[in-house]
């Protein structure tokens, strides 16, 4: 019976630990999707979204008009843009987003670019020797709110001063769209230290 009383005890424990372990995570979430307008550091990187045959999709191309006038308006003296190649396209996400924010008018000395990721945790650590031999040392992260508290973590975790610099208005602009990616967010939040821990690109 004490066997039983103490695992039932030590189950419960666990639960309300996962609980406040997730709640504490989604304040964080939350929190950090906060409008930022008056970020300012060394760079700004957009983190990946899809490209459509050769062009930004709409969520792509609302953190790439963010990240210009973060440039644009002297916040920032980089932008870098990420992203690899999609199964059903045939240029990197990287790629399109530079050309985009040539045409925007930015100069391309100016634009970082990396081809080759397939996730936001390879966004940041395939491009990090590249930002560290820039001397690179502060970034402002431009993504979607709900994706802004993990991907400032992981540039954290990269040695970065990471501040959060999430876009004015999610493409998600739906209320079921954004909930669910909220949700999804809280939970690789909440589990994204023990994924990446230790974790090579």
Not at 62 to 71: E, P, T
């Amino acid at each position: 019976m004490r066997i039983w009383r103490r695992t039932w005890y030590a189950i419960k424990l666990c639960f309300a630990l996962g609980i406040g372990w997730i709640a504490a995570v989604s304040g964080l979430v939350f929190s950090s999707a906060q409008s930022n307008p008056s970020v300012t550091a060394d760079a700004a990187i957009v983190m990946g979204a899809a490209a459509w045959n050769g062009r930004p999709s709409p969520v792509l191309q609302s953190r790439l008009d963010y990240a210009a006038q973060l440039f644009l308006h002297q916040q920032v003296k980089w932008v870098v843009v990420t992203g690899g190649t999609g199964d059903n396209d045939w240029t990197s996400e990287g790629a399109v987003a530079a050309a985009y924010l040539i045409r925007l008018g930015l100069p391309e000395t100016a634009i970082i670019k990396e081809t080759q990721s397939r996730n936001s945790y390879q966004n940041l650590c395939l491009i990090a020797p590249t930002l560290k031999q820039l001397s690179i040392e502060t970034l402002a992260v431009v993504t979607d709110p709900p994706h802004v508290y993990r991907s400032a973590s992981i540039a954290r975790s990269l040695g970065f001063k990471a501040k959060p610099a999430p876009i004015d208005r999610s493409r998600f602009d739906s209320f079921d769209s954004l909930m669910k990616f909220y949700l999804r967010e809280i939970w690789y939040a909440s589990t994204s230290f023990f994924v990446n821990h230790g974790k090579g690109c």
